[in-house]
């Protein structure tokens, strides 16, 4: 797999919603509660995982097991779109326990579980990672 302008811009917008998630989720712990910070950051969050799913769509890999060029990782992209959908409903209603296990549940899944699968080096990222740069694959 080659590096395309719609695996550049997914890339970009995945490792930036996996640095500034914990940002988001810290803003609202502990006793001292930061809600500029963590809307502001939640926010970007929520564009950035926005802006992955749709254009993991347009990713397409062929060398995997997949079904017309998807793979099992796409699976996340209407999970990452209910869950969203569902933490935003939670919000709007007072339920903030239920928003903040939705979003502490999609950073984990599609940020941090999704994450090492790209870091696997038959994927770009991890042939990237581990191939290019330190030469151990």
């Known amino acids: 797999m ?3 302008p719609t695996i550049a811009v997914h890339m970009s917008l995945a490792l930036t919603a996996v640095t500034i998630g914990p940002v988001a989720l810290w803003a609202r712990m ?10 502001a950051f939640g926010y970007a969050w929520v564009t950035c995982m ?3 799913a749709f254009t993991g769509l347009f990713i397409r890999d062929f060398m995997l097991p997949n079904i017309g060029g998807y793979t099992p990782i796409h699976l ?5 779109l209910v869950t969203l959908f569902k933490a935003f409903r939670f919000l709007a209603q007072g339920n903030i326990a ?3 296990k939705s979003m502490q549940g999609l950073y984990i899944g599609a940020c ?7 870091l696997l080096p038959s994927r770009y990222l991890g042939h990237l990672i581990w191939g290019q740069w330190l030469g151990l694959v």
Do not use: D, N, S
């Not at 579980?113 to 790209?118: C, E, L, S």
């Open 2 to 4: 080659q590096l395309t």
């Open 30 to 39: 502990g006793m001292k509660k930061r809600p500029q910070l963590h809307r």
């Open 76 to 80: 996340l992209i209407p999970l990452t």
């Open 112 to 118: 941090l579980v999704a994450g090492m699968f790209t």
């Open 98 to 100: 239920g928003h903040r």
């Open 50 to 52: 926005l802006g992955a």
